[in-house]
């Protein structure tokens, strides 16, 4: 059976990085298309050479530009690989652009696709991956959720047939890469960290980085804390605060360590060894929980609900004072810490049902 596996963004390399593996120990045929919708080495490159990915048998360059634009040209170009290479499925990650373009090339070609990560929601359509999320999983024939309450939510709306409860990848890929981090990551070290010491911050999505008022509190919030803070700064972050006249503030501010944009080898070790993260990424939502460290995220609603349930994370959305707040006073409540993402196993099951065309 032959599989096309479509992604284009960090998350997913990681996604695919322990998926592919058991696709190969199975037997299956694997083509994979990269949209090119990450380009920059530190937010592309870098990942494959050290999680030992193999090369993408297309990149099709679309590059950054408008949702629309964006989308439309992957469509574009994703359906001309499909018409050559035929796959009997298309497999998807996540939620971005990439995740979508996949999904409806395939599906108006007739072929069946298979999302991982089915089923997350925050109830927010004014969030773009919150679109994707949902058009993809309606074209899926297989949808691999990692948690009970995506099941429920697939539920909610109509889709119970080829909903399979697997589990999270992205633990997967924790549980199988962490040792490799901490025997070759050198991040704390040359940026000379104690482990517990600083905060780790990610900011990337538009709703954050697209929004003068809400990007100026967020730095107002990292800087006037006065807490030592590590910030690897992705490119649309930098590119938004030159933009708004604001980065030379955060670079002028004595306890912000700006970095580019890490592997995911450097960003385990400082997830594991931060006293607390702040972030709007979901991913990072997820490492912070799996590490348990307090997570702080800048967004006012989250898909990763059960983080917040178990007391983990606390949403805080924009707001200069509440996140400063956070930084200082939040803790988590108790141990809660739960095994609602899985036992470590779900790509090795994402694997056997795709080999059995879909378990009963």
């Known amino acids: 059976m032959k599989i096309a596996t479509v992604v284009g963004a960090r998350p997913q390399f990681i996604k695919m990085f322990v998926v592919s593996r058991e696709l190969d120990r199975a037997g299956f045929e694997e083509i994979i298309i990269h949209t090119g919708q990450h380009y920059d080495y530190e937010m592309d490159r870098i990942f494959f050479e050290q999680l030992k990915i193999p090369e993408p048998d297309y990149n099709l360059g679309v590059g950054s530009g408008t949702h629309g634009f964006q989308t439309g040209e992957m469509i574009k170009r994703i359906e001309e690989v499909l018409f050559k290479e035929k796959p009997d499925i298309v497999l998807v990650y996540g939620d971005t652009n990439s995740t979508l373009a996949g999904a409806l090339a395939g599906a108006k070609l ?3 696709i298979a999302h991982v990560e089915a089923g997350l929601r925050c109830y927010d359509k004014s969030v773009p991956e919150e679109i994707n999320r949902v058009l993809t999983d309606h074209l899926s024939s297989y949808l691999f959720a990692p948690t009970k309450r995506a099941v429920e939510n697939l539920k909610k ?3 119970v047939e080829g909903v399979y409860l697997t589990g999270d990848v992205m633990l997967d890929a924790v549980l199988q890469t962490l040792h490799i981090a901490e025997q070759n990551s050198e991040i704390l070290e040359k940026l000379e960290l104690d482990k517990g010491d600083y905060l780790l911050a990610t900011v990337h999505r538009a709703e954050n980085t697209d929004i003068k008022e809400n990007l100026t509190e967020i730095v107002k919030a990292l800087i006037e804390c006065g807490e030592k803070i ?3 700064m992705h490119p649309r972050t930098r590119k938004m605060l030159i933009q708004f006249s604001i980065l030379s503030e955060l670079e002028k501010a004595d306890n912000i360590i700006i970095t580019k944009p ?3 080898l450097d960003m385990l070790m400082l997830e594991k060894n931060a006293r607390k993260i702040l972030t709007d990424s979901g991913g990072v939502q997820k490492e ?9 995220t800048l967004r006012n609603k989250t898909e990763w609900t059960e983080t917040v349930e178990d007391g983990w994370n606390i949403l805080v959305g924009a707001n200069k004072e509440r996140i400063i707040w956070a930084i200082e006073s939040f803790e988590p409540k108790g ?3 739960t095994s609602k993402f899985g036992n470590g196993k779900a790509s090795e099951m994402i ?3 795709l080999s059995k065309g879909g378990l009963k």
């Open 110 to 112: 007739g072929i069946k």
């Open 157 to 159: 709306e109509g889709l």
């Open 230 to 232: 590590v910030f690897p």
């Open 262 to 264: 890490l592997g995911y």
């Open 288 to 296: 912070a929980y799996f590490f348990r460290v307090p997570c702080i």
């Open 335 to 337: 141990d809660s810490y």
């Open 351 to 353: 694997a056997r049902i």
